[in-house]
C-alpha cells in the first residue's frame, strides 16, 4: 500500500528486480528512493553507516509494501568497505544499483587535511565507481538492470569552497557518461543524477538556509521520482525540475561560479 497523497516513480519490477540495493539510504535522497523503490514491491538491501537506522526504515518498509529487507552497515568512505556489500549481495539478484552515498563538506580547500581528503574522494567518487563495475558485470550477465549514479549540480563546472566534493562528483558525471553507451548493448542502464536544490538534511550542512538560496529548494519526493523515472527511460543524464534545467542551459558557468563562491563564502565556517 502506498502512502497517501504520494506521487512515486513506476518500476519494471522485472528489469530492475527482484531486488534493489540503496546506498547511502539513512537520510536524504537515499532514504526517499527507499521508499520509492520498495512501493513498486522490489526487495531492498539499504547500505549506510547507521545500521540501527537502516533497521527502522527497513521494517517500516516491509509493513507498508510488505517486501523483505537486508541491511548492510558499512562506511564507504573508508577503502574496502565495498567489499562488504559485495559480499553481503551475492546470495541474491539484484537489479537495481541507486549509487546515493555521498556527504557535502564545505570549506576552503586549503583548511584539509590529507586524511580528509582522501575520505570525501573515497566515498563521493571511488566507491561509485568500485560498485557500479561489481553490478554492472552481474546485470551483464542477467541482461537486464540498472544503475543510477547520484551526482551534483556544478560538479563539472566546479564549485568554490567546495572543490574536494565536486571534483569527487564529477568522476562520477563522466563515468556515468561513458558507460551509458558502452553497456546498452549488454541491456544494461546507467544514468547519472544531477541533484538540483533539494529539501534534504545536506541543506543544513551546507549552511544554505532558505535566505541564502536563491530558489527554494524542491522537495526530495520530487527529486527521486524525477531520477527512477529518467532511469526507467534509460536517460544519460537527469537533472530534476524544469526551472533548474533551464537555468542550466542558459546561465554561463563562470558567473554560476561567481554567483556559487560568494554564497559558499557566506555560508562556510571553514573560511577564515
Same mark, same amino acid.
Given at each position: ?46 547500505? /549506510? #553507516? &547507521? $545500521?540501527?537506522?537502516?533497521?527502522? %526504515?527497513?521494517?517500516? +518498509?516491509?509493513?507498508?509494501? *510488505? =517486501?523483505? @529487507? ?69 546485470? /551483464? #550477465? &542477467? $541482461?537486464?538492470?540498472?544503475?543510477? %549514479?547520484?551526482?551534483? +549540480?556544478?560538479?563539472?563546472? *566546479? =564549485?568554490? @569552497? ?70 526507467? #527511460? ?39
Amino acid at each position: 500500500m502506498k502512502k497517501k497523497n504520494k506521487r512515486f516513480a513506476r518500476l519494471d519490477a522485472r528489469r530492475f528486480g527482484p531486488w534493489a540495493v540503496v546506498t547511502g539510504a539513512s537520510s536524504g535522497i537515499g532514504r526517499e528512493a527507499a521508499h520509492q523503490v520498495a512501493a513498486n514491491g522490489l526487495n531492498l538491501v539499504l547500505v /549506510a #553507516r &547507521r $545500521g540501527e537506522v537502516l533497521a527502522r %526504515l527497513g521494517e517500516e +518498509l516491509a509493513r507498508h509494501y *510488505g =517486501i523483505v @529487507f537486508r541491511v548492510i552497515e558499512a562506511d564507504l568512505s573508508q577503502p574496502g568497505a565495498e567489499d562488504v556489500l559485495i559480499a553481503g549481495t551475492a546470495d541474491i539478484d539484484v537489479g537495481l544499483f541507486f549509487s546515493c552515498a555521498g556527504t557535502g563538506q564545505p570549506g576552503a580547500f586549503l583548511a584539509f587535511n590529507s586524511e580528509q581528503l582522501r575520505e570525501i574522494v573515497q566515498l563521493n567518487g571511488l566507491s561509485h565507481l568500485l560498485l557500479t563495475h561489481h553490478f554492472s558485470q552481474r546485470f /551483464a #550477465r &542477467r $541482461g537486464r538492470g540498472g544503475t543510477l %549514479l547520484v551526482s551534483a +549540480l556544478g560538479a563539472d563546472s *566546479g =564549485i568554490p @569552497f567546495h572543490a574536494v566534493p565536486a571534483a569527487s562528483k564529477g568522476l562520477v558525471n563522466t563515468l556515468g557518461r561513458s558507460l551509458h553507451s558502452e553497456l546498452k548493448r549488454s541491456g544494461v542502464g546507467i544514468s547519472v543524477l544531477i541533484v538540483t536544490p533539494t529539501d534534504t538534511p545536506l541543506v543544513t550542512k551546507m549552511g544554505l538556509d532558505g535566505a541564502a538560496m536563491p530558489m527554494k529548494p524542491m522537495p526530495v519526493e520530487q527529486c527521486v521520482r524525477e531520477a527512477l523515472e529518467g532511469l526507467s #527511460r534509460n536517460k544519460m543524464i537527469i537533472m530534476p525540475g524544469l526551472v533548474f534545467r533551464i537555468m542550466n542551459r542558459i546561465m554561463p558557468h563562470g558567473l554560476v561560479r561567481a554567483m556559487t563562491a560568494d554564497m559558499m563564502r557566506k555560508s562556510t565556517t571553514f573560511v577564515s
